[in-house]
């Protein structure tokens, strides 16, 4: 297999890489609508001859050379391996064969934003079609040209065969035929057996590894353009605030300044705020010179807003009702009067960055009216259309190139860097790349929000739970929470119980928001399932056997109307079970200072239980041990190597989340500056065994980004518990003394 980038193509090469994906615009049509239609339109390929384009994301050329197009940012997740993967399996080419593209934004690609788990099960039907419309073509253009009726061949490593005569031909003799052919309807296009899958659920690395070891060029801030000049761009500390006056006739002065400027912005707070922006030659030069700015801000009501002055608040207003009701479902008030046992506990953890490891960038270029961006985003429509909206610019005059993402998380959802940098290159008449700071990434966020839970639950003499209330305090701009700040009324117990009550209060801030990994389901399983083992402890029952009880018999539970569809109650249950199996839960003895903890959780479409082991040393150092990982995410893995990569990933982000990262909010503005004050995990705290168990089901292939995540940090904190005996109720775990005697 080989990949290519097309991210240092000189502007002619673009030009090329243009036009052939204009040819594919014609023929991105779905496959319903085009059915009858010609496959393909004679595009030119580099030596002249035809090649065979049965859809936008598949090229095949005279020589054999089999390209797909990989539509979908990669940030890491590895799609740009995995989805390309399920268009070669059914088109029977061998995997070494085929050579792997980033698209850029292009209409012909469908959806191309890459967020919340949805690249796998949004493309994994389409995509089974597009490589089994291409198979079934190139196998008819083999009947054709040996006079025999199509059932008669068959498709296998690049060739079509004749099994009668043993005679076969390479897809590349049957491009020129296969082209003439009509696209077949859908009805006759036959999907492979997933028994007979080749590729599918082995283990492909990535097809950007050796680039990426060798430090090839592939991220945003690689990107170089003839005569691109450089540029910062400075905002108000407080969010939001605007710019009163600056010394730009020093700044201008400096070595290596081209210009140095107001940019007006607007009260989009993940848009394009106000602020000075500075070009120069060099990032050196723009990075030198930001330090002589000297800017006189109007930083607003935000200037007035601090973390702590919120919790303050909410302690107080935790026992009156909640803002809004989520749920209420039977009498919860006489439900604890009548509990044997009840427990009152505060739930809290803080606003977080996403802190990807490739800070914020993007190169921009307004040229004959067109604005040219090349950036690192998860979401690149969204980006173009903020770029229209904000400069007034038609959004077909807006070319966006996809670049690899040093991380994304969420962060790349939203697109400030991006219209930053086109605001500055509409006014500078060159390629200009703007770069973000580590200190902006940090200050300028957006966060996940952070949130305080007031929980009250009652069991009875068996220990059973017959009460649960949760007034939770969480942040928005406005009178809706933030993005990853709002809780489903549906969320687990939720339907459960029957006697159950979820509040909300919102508190109105200036603060940006933006959902990071897992959005909602990160802090959310960490409360629930810290909870449900505080009533377990409580009615002295096996943390387990409380949960098995607790989800019940039934084999779904009716979804009450805003987080998709029913609740699977049988796929949690077995995948409880098989954590639980082999983690030898229940058959294990701990010494004092270890423990086990258990906890699942339902998120982005897949179903995951999670054991972790801990030892906690007398002065209260944690080392996680072993945490074994269950997980269902439907009938089929795509990439096995990658899957594995993503839970393992999800466990490590996890514990980073749990045991270090807190920013501090005062004055309206952020307190942390740099990776010294917002510590990552490091080697010496990854866990030293990461177990990875898929259990297969009857269900839709679904994606894996998200769900492996949240029941880490619940996991965790109730083996801490098992072995130490203190609860854990405030994240980070640095804000909790662990030691024990």
Not at 55 to 62: C, G, M, N, Q, S
Not at 219 to 227: N, Q, T
Not at 649 to 662: C, N, P
């Amino acid at each position: 297999m080989n990949t290519a980038t097309p991210l240092l193509v000189d502007r002619r090469g673009f030009l090329k890489l243009s036009a052939a994906a204009g040819g594919g615009l014609l023929l991105g049509l779905s496959f319903s609508s085009a059915a009858n239609a010609p496959a393909t339109i004679t595009n030119a390929s580099a030596d002249g001859a035809d090649v065979f384009s049965p859809h936008a994301l598949l090229r095949i050329t005279p020589q054999g050379v089999v390209t797909i197009i990989s539509k979908q940012p990669d940030m890491g997740q590895g799609v740009k391996t995995s989805l390309p993967m399920i268009i070669a399996e059914e088109l029977e080419v061998d995997w070494k064969d085929v050579v792997i593209e980033q698209g850029d934004l292009n209409p012909a690609y469908g959806g191309q934003s890459a967020g919340g788990s949805t690249s796998t099960p949004n493309n994994y039907s389409e995509f089974h079609r597009i490589g089994a419309t291409a198979r079934t073509l190139l196998v008819q253009a083999a009947a054709v040209t040996w006079s025999v009726p199509a059932g008669e061949c068959n498709a296998a490593h690049g060739a079509v065969h004749h099994r009668a005569t043993g005679r076969s031909l390479r897809y590349g003799e049957l491009v020129a035929r296969a082209a003439a052919l009509p696209i077949p309807p859908a009805p006759e296009v036959t999907l492979k057996d997933p028994k007979d899958f080749r590729l599918l659920g082995t283990r492909i690395t990535g097809v950007d590894n050796p680039a990426v070891v060798t430090g090839q060029p592939l991220y945003g801030l690689d990107v170089r353009r003839p005569g691109m000049l450089h540029a910062v761009f400075e905002k108000c500390p407080a969010f939001g605030g605007k710019v009163t006056r600056a010394n730009f006739d020093a700044i201008k002065r400096l070595p290596g300044v081209r210009d140095a400027f107001i940019v007006e912005g607007t009260e989009n707070l993940n848009g394009l705020l106000p602020g000075v922006a500075i070009v120069a030659d060099s990032t050196w030069a723009a990075f030198s010179a930001r330090r002589q700015l000297k800017v006189t801000w109007d930083e607003g009501k935000v200037a007035n807003q601090s973390w702590e002055s919120f919790v303050a608040e909410a302690r107080e207003k935790a026992a009156a009702p909640g803002g809004q009701v989520l749920r209420r479902d039977g009498n919860v008030v006489a439900a604890l009067g009548r509990a044997a046992h009840t427990v009152e506990a505060e739930y809290l953890y803080p606003f977080i960055s996403h802190a990807t490891l490739e800070p914020q960038n993007c190169t921009a270029h307004f040229h004959d009216g067109v604005m040219e961006l090349w950036a690192p985003t998860q979401n690149p429509g969204a980006g173009a259309d903020l770029v229209s909206r904000t400069l007034g610019l038609l959004r077909d005059k807006i070319i966006l190139h996809i670049t690899r993402s040093g991380g994304g998380f969420g962060r790349r959802l939203y697109s400030e860097p991006i219209v930053e940098a086109a605001a500055i290159a509409h006014r500078v008449s060159a390629p200009v790349k703007l770069t973000w700071s580590r200190e902006d990434d940090l200050r300028y966020g957006p966060f996940r929000p952070g949130g305080i839970h007031f929980l009250k639950g009652g069991v009875d003499a068996r220990g059973r739970i017959t009460a649960w209330k949760n007034h939770f305090f969480t942040f928005g701009n406005g009178a809706r929470p933030g993005s990853g700040g709002s809780l489903n009324p549906d969320e687990f117990p939720g339907r459960w119980l029957e006697n159950y009550l979820a509040e909300q209060t919102i508190f109105d801030t200036g603060w940006p928001m933006a959902p990071w990994r897992a959005p909602g389901s990160c802090v959310f399983a960490w409360v629930i399932q810290s909870f449900i083992d505080e009533l377990a402890h409580a009615g002295g029952r096996d943390p387990l056997e409380l949960r098995l009880e607790l989800l019940g018999e039934r084999d779904e539970v009716p979804n009450g109307g805003s987080r998709g569809g029913a609740y699977s109650v049988a796929r949690m249950r077995n995948v409880m079970n098989l954590a639980a199996a082999k983690a030898d839960w229940g058959r294990r003895r701990f010494e004092r200072g270890q423990g086990a903890g258990i906890a699942f959780h339902f998120s982005h479409r897949g179903y995951f239980a999670e054991v972790a082991e801990v030892t906690v040393s007398r002065e209260g150092r944690l080392k996680v041990d072993r945490v074994v990982v269950t997980g269902d995410v439907g009938a089929q893995i795509v990439n096995l190597s990658g899957a594995e990569h993503q839970v393992q990933g999800s466990v490590i982000d996890g514990l980073s989340a749990l045991m270090f990262q807190e920013l501090a909010i005062e004055r309206g503005r952020c307190v942390q500056t740099n990776f010294h004050e917002y510590p990552m995990l490091r080697m010496p705290d990854t866990p030293a065994k990461i177990e990875v168990h898929f259990l297969k089901s009857d269900h839709p292939t679904t994606g894996l980004g998200e769900p492996a995540l949240p029941p880490l940090a619940p996991a965790v904190c109730n083996a801490i518990f098992a072995a130490t005996g203190k609860r854990v109720r405030q994240l980070p775990l640095s804000r909790t003394d662990l030691s024990w005697a």
